[in-house]
């Protein structure tokens, strides 16, 4: 019967879970120009006022600084956002939404505007060495292809949503590593070599399971490294080419007690020889010892009557 091993639930998410949500925001170019003529208009203001009256030139001048601040806000609040790549806004340390759309974005300049990648990203775990299921220790490493799907979810939930992912996936790869012999030893029980791909779903599942507190989606996961340890991989190497040499040698002795049948069926069916037990018996052992023999056998003639 095979073993069922229920992946266990990850990480409990917090109270008030912070899901990602869109932010309000502007197209950028139509603000980069009018930045840019607002600072046109302070150079000019300036030049205007240098030669004005002292009450006007004042005036020009203060109005001049209002245009100059106006102009740097607007072009503070510009934000490129290139594919793959995603904006977290957080407005005085409270979460105002992802910007996603690629591009010039224009956003309220006081904020401030983490980048967040999400591209497919390989990981690769560190090779561990582990004892199975049936106490034998092994090696394992695992590669992991993932995504950030909430942006919101991996700024704010956990503190660095890379080494989350690096250590939960580690985590599920020494779970499902212990959980599971290396080959199986009874009919329909699960093993690491033996059933790689039901190994691997219950492996993506398990590690899905332990990053979705990060908003971490999860593409894929394959083994890498599947192996017993140095120390009794030559013991294990003999076991196997033992077990190899006993199935062989069943399937031959199978096939030739087949043949066997056969050949006695087929001539006491064809009335070819009659034999008595004691000449079929003869013949059984004559036979199983040629179709079962590792050497080419040497034939004696039997030049008197079947009984000498």
């Known amino acids: 019967m095979a073993t069922e091993t229920a992946a266990p639930a990850g990480p409990d998410l917090p109270d008030r879970q912070v899901t990602e949500r869109a932010a309000r925001s502007s197209p950028g170019l139509p603000m980069l120009a009018a930045g840019i003529v607002g600072l046109v208009a302070g150079v000019a203001l ?56 690629s591009g010039l974005q224009w956003v309220n300049p006081f904020t401030r505007r983490i980048a967040v990648s999400t591209r497919i990203r390989n990981q690769e775990s560190a090779q561990a060495k582990v004892n199975d299921a049936d106490g034998n220790p092994i090696e394992i490493a695992a590669v992991v292809v993932w995504q950030v799907q909430d942006t919101a979810s991996a700024i704010y939930s956990v503190d660095d949503y890379t080494q989350f992912v690096t250590v939960q996936t580690e985590t599920a790869v020494r779970h499902i590593a212990s959980s599971y ?19 691997t779903q219950r492996l993506s599942a398990e590690i899905a399971a332990r990053v979705a507190a990060a908003g971490v989606h999860v593409v894929e996961s394959r083994l ?21 040499v006993v199935g062989a ?11 066997v049948r056969m050949a006695l069926q087929r001539l006491e069916e064809e009335g070819v020889v009659e034999l008595d037990e004691e000449r079929k018996a003869a013949m059984v052992s004559n036979l199983l010892v040629v179709l079962c023999s590792e050497q080419a056998t040497q034939q004696v003639v039997n030049t008197g009557s079947l009984y000498q």
């Open 46 to 101: 300036a030049v205007v006022a240098s030669h004005q009256s002292h009450g006007a030139a004042i005036a020009l001048v203060v109005l001049c600084v209002l245009i100059f601040i106006a102009s740097a806000l607007t072009l503070a609040g510009l934000t490129p956002v290139i594919p793959g790549q995603a904006r977290v806004i957080q407005l005085f340390g409270r979460y105002h939404g992802t910007i996603r759309d």
């Open 181 to 199: 012999p290396y080959t199986s030893r009874r009919e329909g029980e699960l093993s690491l070599r033996d059933n790689a791909d039901e190994i």
């Open 224 to 244: 890498t490294r599947l192996s017993y340890a140095p120390e009794i991989a030559q013991a294990m190497l003999r076991q196997q080419q033992a077990s190899a």
């Open 249 to 259: 040698r069943h399937k031959i002795v199978e096939g030739a007690v087949g043949m």
